[in-house]
């Protein structure tokens, strides 16, 4: 087991891209606390189905918007396995309109949730991982469009291309401390927040035709990804993002 004896928090553990990581984490041996804001019966089939296998895995109710919410999801990962030694800064929500159609509210919910959160994820932490000693790792999802402009959803790019930043900045900060800090950035990933694009035969196609490897990544794909990251086969990654978009930045069919 690439993780055994290690602890791991994933926000927004319990859907989507966040349930994949930790299924993968708890398979490959870390104790996960699994954070969520919803759908707590979900939290609770997914810790059964990690504990039922041998794992071990807790839920906590917390909101990542707020900093101390972050800070009790730490406490909890010390108090139930003794230590903190990745976190998983993948909560994040999208609200879809361009420059001209953007309010504050919007723009204000998007960058809490997406930029705050990791932000203040990565700083408490790396404050964790210095306290206990033995370094640690920090995985931020980001996505392709760190880089990639996507009109229309302007708050969501500018939250990632922020997620750049400070996964550069603190990688270089941290790094003479032993605290890695990377991003992986999915590309178009088989999620509730794409069933619409992917009921749709046109759409999928479209967007399937504009992907090299000519498919949309299942979750596991970016939960085996952040296992490289965070385990030991990643130790000489930080301050750099990873790309697990099936060539899709590097096309020129476009969509």
Known sequence: MQLKDKTAIVTGGNSGIGEAIVKVLAREGASVVIDYVARPDDTA???KDITSAGGKAIGVEADVSKPSDIQSLI????????????????????????LIESDEDAFDTVMAVDMKSAFFGTQLAAKQFIAQGGGGVVVNISSVHEDWPMPGNIAYCVAKGGMRMLTRTAGVELGPQGVRVVNVAPGAVATPINTQTLNDPEQRKKLEDAIPLGKVADPSEIGDAVLFVASDAGRYLTATTVFVDGGIMQSSVGL
């Not at 909890?76 to 030694?85: I, K, Y």
């Open 75 to 98: 406490d909890a990962a010390v108090r139930e396995f003794g230590r903190l030694d990745i976190m998983v800064n993948n909560a994040g929500i999208e609200k879809r309109h361009s």
């Open 45 to 47: 089939d997914l810790v």
